[in-house]
């Protein structure tokens, strides 16, 4: 198969300015893999900064509750910043020290992977620039405040429609310019090659130890694994823990939104308002018009809130390899809030989305079988969105106040 491909998808459509760059992070990345000292420098240092291994949590209560298949939660929540987003950016930040470059930039949409390259860039002592849509800059001022006292600089972006895609654009202008000192991080499975391949050998470790965790415990395989599907790292990182023993069942769940057969949402393995498309460097299953335009996508989850998918695994759910599934914004918050009161856990919004679909298969199965959800992060980043969700009065009156506090 050609580099970078899987199956038809994937790619590394790229301005010719910067092929010798990727040349560059190709060979980086590829004497990178080859090297055990690297990974093994990693799995330090995750272990050291962030909270690696994960806990693979045994949910007692849920699996009574639903009396079918015993449920795994496996605890990415547990990582520095909240979330999965941790391995990738701390692995490129090695990569990034060993090229010698000196700066990243990144682009986020919600803010999460700004704050978690920000954090890295710290860590290492880089120069940090993230590219933000002037829309989701003014939505998600809680992240950009983390970012700038982790001395990241926030550029807002005000071409096109302000939001992800615009960010994407100004990052790779930015690069063309910048890349003999800059690298660019990007955030999940996506992008043109070997991005989708590095994000998701950085994320492996979630599987890696998932698989030996679920032996230790439960003696077997599980019969299936659950992960919400943004971009889908955090889905590819478990699921390469169990790609190679078919017994597994995989499944990836998107944002349904509103319900798939309305125009709020945001799935693309499901539904049929994706089609195949080359954008952002790469080709995938887009959410776009006839003519390619992109479409606008909608989800309670910021994180789940994009255009396309990881070409891994476009490819991996054209092969019937990953089952796709979609779930909505209702049954998400109805599925955050059993799993609040049942196993005092609080996924995030994406999270919840696995969880609704393992909540639906879990009572069909035998008790004598295993799931796992990946649980790709902590809620409490969630905190508006949920106390709206909920209509909390008292949550409604705090935030008057506070409003009323400031413009004393
Ligand atoms: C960003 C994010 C996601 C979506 O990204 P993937 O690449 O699909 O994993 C999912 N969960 C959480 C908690 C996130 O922060």
């Known amino acids: 198969m050609k580099k970078g491909y899987f199956g038809q998808w994937g790619g590394a459509f790229i301005p010719e300015v910067l092929y010798a760059t990727f040349a560059q992070l190709n060979t980086e990345y590829e004497k990178a893999r080859a090297d055990a000292a690297f990974w093994q420098e990693y799995v330090e240092l ?40 941790a391995n990738n950016v701390m692995g490129q930040g090695l990569l990034v020290k060993r090229m010698g ?88 499975v996506c992008g043109p090659h070997p ?12 599987g890696i130890e998932a698989h030996k965790q679920i032996l230790q415990q439960f003696g077997r395989l599980p019969s299936r694994v659950y992960a919400c599907v943004g971009g889908g790292s955090n889905a590819m990182g478990i699921f390469q823990g169990f790609l190679d023993t078919p017994e597994v069942e995989l499944v990836g769940v998107e944002a349904g939104g509103e319900g798939i057969d309305t125009d709020r949402h945001a799935s693309r393995m499901t539904g049929d308002r994706a089609s195949a498309g080359v954008a952002q460097g790469y080709k995938t299953m887009f959410l776009q018009n006839p003519e390619g335009q992109m ?65 639906k298969e879990a009572p069909t199965m035998a008790g004598d079988e295993a799931i796992i959800i990946n649980m790709s992060g902590r809620g409490d980043k969630d905190i508006f969105t949920v106390a709206h969700a909920f209509d ?3 949550w409604k009156k705090f935030i008057v106040d506070r409003g009323n506090e400031y413009s004393k």
């Open 295 to 359: 479409l606008d996508t909608h989800s309670i989850a910021a994180g789940l809130d994009y255009v396309g998918v990881s070409p891994i695994l476009a490819d991996l759910g054209e092969q019937g390899r990953v089952r796709f599934e979609a779930a909505t914004d209702k049954e998400v918050v109805d599925a955050l809030a059993l799993s609040m009161r049942k196993e005092g856990l609080i996924p995030a919004l994406e999270s919840s989305h696995g969880f609704v679909q393992a909540f």
């Open 46 to 85: 995750m272990g050291n900064y962030s909270c690696r291994p994960t806990p693979l949590t045994y949910a007692e209560n849920l699996s009574n509750h639903f009396g079918g298949a015993r449920i795994y939660i496996k605890r990415e929540d547990l990582n520095h910043t909240g979330a999965h987003k």
């Open 392 to 394: 909390d009065p008292s």
């Open 101 to 188: 470059k000196k700066r990243v930039i990144a682009e986020t949409g919600a803010g999460q992977h700004g704050v978690a390259t920000a954090t890295m860039a710290a860590r290492f002592g880089f120069d940090c620039t993230v590219y933000m849509g002037e829309e989701d800059v003014a939505r998600q001022r809680p992240n950009v405040f983390w970012m700038e006292k982790l001395g990241a600089t926030v550029v807002p972006v005000t071409s096109g429609s302000r939001t992800l895609k615009d960010a994407m654009n100004e990052a790779f202008r930015d690069w063309v310019s910048s890349m003999d000192d800059t690298h660019y991080v990007i955030g999940t």
């Open 195 to 206: 991005f989708p391949e590095m994000v998701a050998w950085f994320q492996s470790i979630i």
